[in-house]
């Protein structure tokens, strides 16, 4: 394996001036290669002190600040949430690219051979059959497009299939909703849904919304989890609060907040709109997947906002945030957990799942070995054209004692390559502003715990009157609460349920306390 820092074009007078600037010289060309493409940026913004502000104002509401900041969840978060940036595996199909909506931002333009699968089917039958093969069985499987609906029948049996070969799994749908009727609906749970995701948008007439809030109605009736998925278009706030009042009536269980980004195509529509991109856009450079995607100005901050004014108003539903960065930050761990232990100079940090590695320039290189040496390190990495030694960051405070100008010290920012042969090196920045999180330690809120929370069904209770469904109550645990969350449904015929009061309440353990209200 290959662990060697990249040395091309640094100066050798002076390692550490020549690596920041290698990589700041490498960000400004991204930047201009940017801009020649027409796009706008916001002025630089390096410290986002509004979304500090925000984020700690959330913490204080009880909010749960995961992923480093990337995520935040104010309630329950959906099962696939959680395991979409943790430990768990989450798959997403589709069946074509087709779809009968035209949202201005649509990802999908962007794939490979997007023309290809308009015109011709995903083969996804050999796809979960490929899945099946696998080691390690998924937590979360999901249907998205595209749009799903346009081949019902073929929705219907991948859920089917999808149920068969994973029993466990939580298998949800991505749809706009539109083209939902109450036959469908019953289809899809008895192939096996759990969780349908609406996607709103803040431009749908308002007719069309209508329709969408009426299946949302429909839905609720039997599909275990109804949540909502929308990016947050900054200036759109006031359409929003009139959007979560209604939501929160139709009684869905929550709403993700997406980060509104530019996917590199149509700029002129964002340009109409005022529209600017975030500056810096990234903190890491990187080829990331998620559809080369560049974060819109102040889109993180409305979410943000929306959430302090949803919790100010007293709406039930659960709300999360959930940012480009998150995204990117799942594929950096995919990519890079595997492989935490690829070599003991480098650590993986859980904050932002980098490889990470502490480095010592110049004349502080052998003070700093020698006192390392002396406390038992015996890992180091010397680069002689870089005039740098690096070491694992769990030494960096005993570094910063023994180094004559601390401030040189740096922290190495990594990804694994050619498939574990390889560490290719992409960013270098000042230790004092590159903490490295070294273990596991937020419990429940990090990005590590394994789909423990959310709607998540802990068990279920069927009344029966005859051969006919008269009730299906269904438990959800908020393992981090200890709250339980109740779907009360009625069978055919049957007056709808709504759900009243529940919590959990000791007594000698613990003892579920529900109240349903009838309406």
Same mark, same amino acid.
């Given at each position: 394996?290959?662990?060697?820092?990249?040395?091309?074009?640094?100066?050798?007078?002076?390692?550490?001036?020549?690596?920041?600037?290698?990589?700041?010289?490498?960000?400004?060309?991204?930047?201009?290669?940017?801009?020649?493409?027409?796009?706008?940026?916001?002025?630089?913004?390096?410290?986002?002190?509004?979304?500090?502000?925000?984020?700690?104002?959330?913490?204080?509401?009880?909010?749960?600040?995961?992923?480093?900041?990337?995520?935040?969840?104010?309630?329950?978060?959906?099962?696939?949430?959680?395991?979409?940036?943790?430990?768990?595996?989450?798959?997403?199909?589709?069946?074509?690219?087709?779809?009968?909506?035209?949202?201005?931002?649509?990802?999908?333009?962007?794939?490979?051979?997007?023309?290809?699968?308009?015109?011709?089917?995903?083969?996804?039958?050999?796809?979960?059959?490929?899945? @099946? %093969? $696998?080691?390690? /069985?998924? *937590?979360?499987?999901? +249907?998205?497009?595209?749009?799903? =609906? &346009?081949?019902? #029948?073929?929705?219907?049996?991948?859920?089917?299939? @999808? %149920? $068969?070969?994973? /029993?466990? *799994?939580?298998?949800? +749908?991505?749809?706009?909703?539109? =083209? &939902?009727?109450? #036959?469908?609906?019953?289809?899809?749970?008895?192939?096996?849904?759990?969780?349908?995701?609406?996607?709103?948008?803040?431009?749908?007439?308002?007719?069309? =919304?209508?329709?969408?809030?009426?299946?949302?109605?429909?839905?609720?009736?039997?599909?275990?989890?109804?949540?909502?998925?929308?990016?947050?278009?900054?200036?759109?706030?006031?359409?929003?609060?009139?959007?979560?009042?209604?939501?929160?009536?139709?009684?869905?269980?929550?709403?993700?907040?997406?980060?509104?980004?530019?996917?590199?195509?149509?700029?002129?529509?964002?340009?109409?709109?005022?529209?600017?991109?975030?500056?810096?856009?990234?903190?890491?450079?990187?080829?990331?997947?998620?559809?080369?995607?560049?974060?819109?100005?102040?889109?993180?901050?409305?979410?943000?906002?929306?959430?302090?004014?949803?919790?100010?108003?007293?709406?039930?539903?659960?709300?999360?945030?959930?940012?480009?960065?998150?995204?990117?930050?799942?594929?950096?761990?995919?990519?890079?957990?595997?492989?935490?232990?690829?070599?003991?100079?480098?650590?993986?940090?859980?904050?932002?799942?980098?490889?990470?590695?502490?480095?010592?320039?110049?004349?502080?290189?052998?003070?700093?070995?020698?006192?390392?040496?002396?406390?038992?390190?015996?890992?180091?990495?010397?680069?002689?054209?870089?005039?740098?030694?690096?070491?694992?960051?769990?030494?960096?405070?005993?570094?910063?004692?023994?180094?004559?100008?601390?401030?040189?010290?740096?922290?190495?920012?990594?990804?694994?390559?050619?498939?574990?042969?390889?560490?290719?090196?992409?960013?270098?920045?000042?230790?004092?502003?590159?903490?490295?999180?070294?273990?596991?330690?937020?419990?429940?809120?990090?990005?590590?715990?394994?789909?423990?929370?959310?709607?998540?069904?802990?068990?279920?209770?069927?009344?029966?009157?005859?051969?006919?469904?008269?009730?299906?109550?269904?438990?959800?645990?908020?393992?981090?609460?200890?709250?339980?969350?109740?779907?009360?449904?009625?069978?055919?015929?049957?007056?709808?349920?709504?759900?009243?009061?529940?919590?959990?309440?000791?007594?000698?353990?613990?003892?579920?306390?529900?109240?349903?209200?009838?309406?």
């Amino acid at each position: 394996m290959a662990v060697e820092r990249e040395t091309k074009g640094i100066d050798a007078g002076d390692g550490f001036r020549s690596a920041l600037a290698l990589y700041e010289g490498i960000e400004a060309e991204h930047m201009a290669a940017l801009k020649a493409t027409g796009v706008a940026f916001a002025p630089y913004d390096g410290e986002r002190h509004e979304r500090e502000s925000l984020l700690c104002r959330l913490r204080e509401r009880g909010a749960r600040i995961r992923n480093g900041g990337a995520s935040v969840a104010l309630g329950p978060m959906s099962v696939a949430c959680e395991a979409c940036t943790g430990s768990c595996v989450s798959r997403s199909f589709a069946l074509t690219n087709n779809c009968h909506r035209d949202c201005f931002f649509c990802f999908n333009p962007n794939q490979e051979d997007f023309a290809y699968w308009c015109e011709h089917p995903f083969p996804w039958r050999r796809q979960l059959d490929d899945l @099946a %093969a $696998e080691p390690c /069985p998924p *937590a979360c499987v999901a +249907l998205t497009g595209g749009e799903p =609906l &346009l081949m019902a #029948d073929e929705a219907v049996a991948f859920f089917s299939r @999808a %149920a $068969e070969l994973f /029993p466990d *799994a939580h298998l949800r +749908l991505y749809t706009s909703g539109d =083209l &939902l009727t109450r #036959d469908l609906i019953d289809r899809l749970v008895r192939a096996g849904l759990h969780e349908i995701r609406f996607s709103v948008k803040q431009d749908d007439d308002p007719a069309l =919304l209508e329709k969408v809030l009426e299946r949302m109605t429909w839905a609720r009736e039997s599909v275990p989890t109804i949540m909502v998925e929308m990016p947050i278009i900054p200036g759109t706030e006031s359409f929003m609060e009139e959007l979560l009042i209604k939501l929160d009536a139709l009684g869905v269980d929550g709403i993700n907040l997406l980060e509104f980004a530019y996917s590199m195509w149509n700029w002129s529509v964002f340009e109409s709109l005022g529209l600017t991109l975030r500056n810096p856009p990234q903190r890491v450079l990187f080829d990331y997947t998620y559809a080369g995607a560049l974060a819109v100005q102040d889109s993180e901050e409305a979410c943000l906002r929306l959430m302090l004014w949803a919790r100010e108003q007293g709406l039930r539903l659960s709300l999360h945030y959930c940012s480009l960065e998150n995204k990117h930050r799942a594929q950096v761990r995919n990519m890079n957990e595997p492989f935490a232990d690829i070599h003991p100079c480098y650590a993986f940090d859980y904050d932002d799942f980098f490889l990470k590695a502490a480095v010592a320039f110049d004349d502080d290189r052998a003070p700093v070995r020698r006192a390392l040496e002396r406390k038992g390190c015996t890992h180091f990495l010397e680069d002689a054209e870089g005039r740098s030694l690096t070491f694992h960051p769990r030494w960096l405070p005993l570094a910063r004692c023994a180094a004559s100008e601390p401030d040189r010290l740096c922290v190495s920012f990594n990804i694994v390559a050619d498939e574990g042969r390889s560490l290719r090196e992409l960013k270098v920045e000042p230790a004092n502003g590159a903490p490295v999180r070294l273990a596991d330690d937020t419990g429940a809120t990090d990005a590590r715990e394994r789909c423990l929370q959310g709607f998540k069904k802990d068990g279920s209770s069927d009344l029966l009157r005859g051969n006919k469904l008269k009730i299906i109550v269904t438990m959800y645990c908020d393992k981090q609460t200890k709250r339980l969350y109740c779907a009360v449904r009625a069978g055919r015929g049957q007056p709808r349920a709504k759900v009243g009061a529940h919590a959990w309440r000791p007594n000698g353990g613990q003892r579920a306390i529900l109240c349903c209200i009838w309406r």
